[in-house]
């Protein structure tokens, strides 16, 4: 798909150390059928070699690479990223996912189709389990994204891949919050999720778009304290939202879950 004018979507990427995976993470950007991208990768103070590995993708004038002179974590690595982008959509990549090649052909045009008040698209994703680089097992998660309200948004235990997002919706939140007992180092996607369903409506495609890699380095491998910011994470925007219900968590696979919500006062 060519496109002249302006480009529409910025793909934007924060990178820490992700060693050979980041140059599988740009060509899948490279390969896109949509070519009027931009790319937005913004470097954590990688200590690898991963940006020299990425260099013939950092010579294209799509591309702007932002560097941390210290680590500064995901929230605000990406904010610094989001600052420099001016196209009306945002697609995150991990420096360690892939984008199926279509996919920000597939995006731009369901934006066209969806009303003003969506700020994420997502679709569905591939699951990749590594171990030593090497494929375990894969899966295509086809859950589909049902709610009603926010409140129902948490009770799904929903994270959305991709996240194609409206710019000028993450910029109307004030980007990736950091107010956390970690700065914004953990869990910064669904923390956005909630901050955004404040004010805006997210719309699922039954697409396959992404596809997305669990292995040994990645932060899904620290359960506890990715545990602690989902319950953390859970009970902020319950308060921000009026405080009218404690939640009730159970654990699943190692991971904690939202079971239900009970009104203030009301006993289990």
């Known amino acids: ?47 690898d070699s991963s940006l020299k590995i990425i260099q013939e993708h950092l010579n294209d004038p799509r591309v702007t690479l932002v560097k941390n002179a210290t680590n500064l974590g995901q929230s605000k690595t990406q904010n610094k990223g989001l600052a420099v982008i001016d196209t009306p959509y945002t697609l995150m ?16 045009t369901e934006s066209e189709k969806v009303a003003d008040e969506v700020a994420l698209i997502c ?10 680089h090497k494929v375990l097992g894969k899966y295509v998660d086809h859950n589909e994204l049902q709610y009603s309200d926010r409140y129902s948004f948490l009770l799904e235990n929903y994270v959305p891949y991709p996240r194609f997002y409206r710019t000028d919706a993450l910029k109307a939140v004030g980007g990736w919050p950091t107010d956390d007992p970690y700065e914004g180092r953990y869990l910064e996607d669904r923390r956005m999720d909630l901050r955004l369903l404040e004010k805006y409506s997210f719309h699922w495609m039954d697409r396959l778009l992404y ?58």
């Open 211 to 268: 596809r997305y890699r669990k292995h040994e380095s990645t932060l899904t491998s620290k359960f506890d304290v990715m545990n602690e910011m989902i319950e953390w994470n859970v009970r902020d925007a319950l308060r921000r939202w009026g405080d009218h219900y404690d939640p009730i968590f159970s654990m699943k696979n190692g991971w904690k879950v939202l079971d239900k919500l009970v009104e203030k006062g009301e006993k289990e």
């Open 93 to 108: 990549l991990d420096s360690d996912d892939l984008l199926v090649h279509d996919a920000i052909e597939c995006l731009l």
């Open 1 to 47: 798909m060519k496109y002249m004018g302006p480009s529409k979507v910025t793909v934007l990427t924060a990178s820490y150390n992700p060693g050979h995976y980041l140059k599988e993470a740009v060509e899948s950007v490279r390969n896109q059928t949509y070519e009027h991208w931009r790319h937005v990768i913004v470097d954590d103070a990688s200590t």
């Open 123 to 132: 679709g569905k994703k591939e699951v990749f389990y590594y171990f030593d």
